[in-house]
T-cell receptor
Framework: DTAVSQTPKYLVTQMGNDKSIKCEQN?????MYWYKQDSKKFLKIMFSYNNKELIINETVPNRFSPKSPDKAHLNLHINSLELGDSAVYFC????????????FGPGTRLTVT | AQTVTQSQPEMSVQEAETVTLSCTYD???????LFWYKQPPSRQMILVIR??????QNATENRFSVNFQKAAKSFSLKISDSQLGDTAMYFC????????????FGQGTRLTINP
């Protein structure tokens, strides 16, 4: 069974479109994250939810809106996509109060044309 | 704010050799975790090894070991008997015990193991 899954794995879309990326974890974790990896491979956190509550919101454009319907899911919706949004987006999860290890999904490569 | 620096953008060694990847970090906190993650061409992020700052003993996982120097804020990764499958991007990462637990990553080192 996949621990942290993301759909889709690849997403190609045009500027101005709206798209969503879904993430699910079956590890029983209570905290989930979105990270962005740019073209230079640099990874940076975007958002974090703990028990469905937003706890980290880095400097991210308002066009990005995370939603956590329950502890096992964290989705990322992006409005009015721009060329600069092209990147790999990783979902991750962890269990608070433990060893802080974060388990990553396989990533979603978003290409905006 | 915490920062993590990996000063070696790329490294290349022959199979079976030993290689050391460097990482330094900056923090004013006393309790934290440090990690090395591996990202092969498949792009999956895989945890290689972790170190708790309050533990003086260096962590080891089979062929992987760290040299943790807390006072110098240095956290290097040593890969012994390197294998072709070790070819990947390696990221050093820091997480604090305090506040929101977010991983802060270094820029990464691209490691190539040559046959």
């Amino acid at each position: 069974d996949t621990a942290v899954s993301q759909t889709p794995k690849y997403l190609v879309t045009q500027m101005g479109n709206d798209k969503s990326i879904k993430c699910e974890q079956n590890l029983g974790h209570d905290t989930m994250y979105w990270y962005k990896q740019d073209s230079k491979k640099f990874l940076k956190i975007m958002f974090s939810y703990n028990n469905k509550e937003l706890i980290i919101n880095e400097t991210v454009p308002n066009r990005f809106s995370p939603k956590s319907p329950d502890k096992a899911h964290l989705n990322l919706h992006i409005n009015s996509l721009e060329l600069g949004d092209s990147a790999v987006y990783f979902c991750a999860s962890s269990l608070s109060g433990t060893d802080y290890e974060q388990y990553f999904g396989p990533g979603t490569r978003l290409t905006v044309t | 704010a915490q920062t993590v620096t990996q000063s070696q953008p790329e490294m290349s060694v022959q199979e079976a050799e030993t290689v050391t990847l460097s990482c330094t970090y900056d923090t004013s906190e006393n309790n934290y975790y440090l990690f090395w993650y591996k990202q092969p061409p498949s792009r999956q992020m895989i945890l290689v090894i972790r170190q708790e700052a309050y533990k003086q003993q260096n962590a080891t996982e089979n062929r992987f070991s760290v040299n943790f120097q807390k006072a110098a804020k240095s956290f290097s990764l040593k890969i012994s008997d390197s294998q072709l499958g070790d070819t990947a991007m390696y990221f050093c990462a820091f997480i604090s015990f305090q506040g929101a637990q977010k991983l802060v990553f270094g820029q990464g080192t691209r490691l190539t193991i040559n046959p």
